[in-house]
């Protein structure tokens, strides 16, 4: 059975920072690239960072760039996206991605809140 688990969402002050986590089972992780999305409310799901399966390449949406850094532990079947000078349109449902060909598997998501 494939899960994909997203944790370490919450509130924040703009200017904080979160670290959301991404633990994967049911199928083999080291394989997949893995991307964090994002769904504000009212606007279209839109891709935040992606990881490669086999070199660990980044790629990052302009609007994070500088500010956010995905990561993987191939070992502990996690992926991580490290958010940092967190600003209020960062507010959004944060989900985790795992792509592979024609497989695709999401996560159930994750609220980011930044607010003063």
């Known amino acids: 059975q494939v899960q994909l688990v997203e944790s370490g969402g919450g509130l924040v002050q703009p200017g904080g920072s979160l670290r959301l986590s991404c633990a994967a089972s049911g199928f083999t992780f080291s394989s997949y690239a893995m991307s964090w999305y994002r769904q504000a409310p009212g606007k279209e799901r839109e891709l935040v960072a992606t990881i490669t399966s086999a070199r660990g390449r980044t790629n990052y949406a302009d609007s994070v760039k500088g500010r956010f850094t995905i990561s993987r532990d191939n070992a502990k079947n996690t992926v991580y996206l490290q958010m940092n000078s967190l600003k209020p349109e960062d507010t959004a449902v944060y989900y985790c991605?795992?792509?592979?060909?024609?497989?695709?598997?999401w996560g159930q998501g994750t609220q980011v809140t930044v607010s003063s």
């Open positions: 991605n795992a792509e592979l060909l024609f497989d695709e598997y």
